[in-house]
């Protein structure tokens, strides 16, 4: 049974409010979880003193997340930057130089890894027919 950590939308149209629920991952978005971990709600409020910048308000129990992501429950990619803001997980891209890599952009006259730009197209192309030939026998 794969069990995902994941957002549930509830309040008004323009409204949202979410819980942050474990669920079975074959179930619908709003259906009956097996545990809700706590709230998100992702309209930015006023500090209560006045000053300072707006917030958004997460509530948690961490403990019991813990204890999800112990028994191997995969957190949806919201889920993920939201258990990263708390700092029970490592977020999953840091800065621009993460999102550039992933791209596949490199800065120019530099060499990617396991990649050799010394062969031709053609050359490349053998290369990698006898390596597949390799490992098909």
Do not use: C, H
């Not at 990617?112 to 053609?122: P, W």
């Amino acid at each position: 049974m794969v069990v995902k950590i994941r957002l549930a939308r509830f309040g008004k149209r323009n409204a949202p409010f979410y819980n942050i629920v474990v669920a079975n991952a074959r179930t619908a978005r709003n259906s009956k979880p097996l545990e809700v971990l706590g709230t998100y709600d992702p309209i930015p409020k006023a500090p209560q003193d006045g000053d300072g910048p707006r917030y958004k308000d997460i509530r948690l129990d961490s403990v019991r997340a813990r204890y999800w992501l112990g028994v191997g429950a995969q957190p949806s990619d919201p889920a993920w930057r939201l258990l990263s803001m708390i700092g029970l997980l490592e977020p999953k891209y840091r800065g621009s130089r993460a999102k550039t890599e992933g791209m596949g952009a490199t800065a120019p006259g530099t060499v990617e890894e396991g990649v050799d730009r010394s062969l031709g197209d053609g050359e490349m192309e053998a290369q990698s027919q006898a390596q597949s030939s390799s490992i098909a026998r």
